[in-house]
């Protein structure tokens, strides 16, 4: 949320045409604020997926109308300036499949990211591994045909 500068995780599902949003800093006026930053993707989702046919393949009605924006309660708040590790914590809990916990102990996430980001920096250094970012630049592509 670029005016706010507040992170926000938005989830869509497509079946149900809503976009889930998880805010870790829940007022109002946040809230308010999250739900507006949502609503261009909503606008601009529906359109991409039937200019792309999605709907048309599984023979459901193609519809412009914007995915619904529905704010996700029951999530732990933040009481710093601390909705990166919120948001990135939620992003982990909906990859491994796991419920978002009421209550969040952000200093020991930040603990646990800081020693994945040093097993993984460690892991790249011991096996020579460059990140895309790092590497020598390639050459142009070739054209097979």
């Known amino acids: ?18 976009m889930y949003m998880y805010n870790s800093l829940s007022t109002a006026m946040k809230d308010s604020a999250a739900i507006k930053a949502c609503q261009p993707f909503a606008v601009l989702l529906s359109h991409f997926f039937a200019l792309f046919d999605e709907f048309k393949k599984e023979n459901k009605p193609v519809s412009l109308d914007p995915f619904e924006v529905v704010k996700v309660d029951g999530l732990p708040q933040q ?45 790249k250094e011991v096996n020579f591994i460059d990140s895309e970012d790092e590497a020598p630049p390639k050459g142009p592509k070739k054209n097979l045909f």
Do not use: Q
Not at 3 to 16: A, C, K, Q, T, V
């Open 1 to 18: 949320m670029e005016s706010e500068s507040h992170w926000i995780f938005g989830r869509l599902n497509i079946e149900e045409r809503r």
């Open 79 to 123: 009481t710093s300036n601390d909705c990166g590790c919120f948001v990135a914590s939620f992003v982990e809990y909906f990859i491994d499949m796991k419920p978002i916990p009421p209550i969040f102990d952000v200093e020991k996430y930040r603990d646990r990211l800081a020693v994945l980001f040093i097993k993984y920096a460690r892991m």
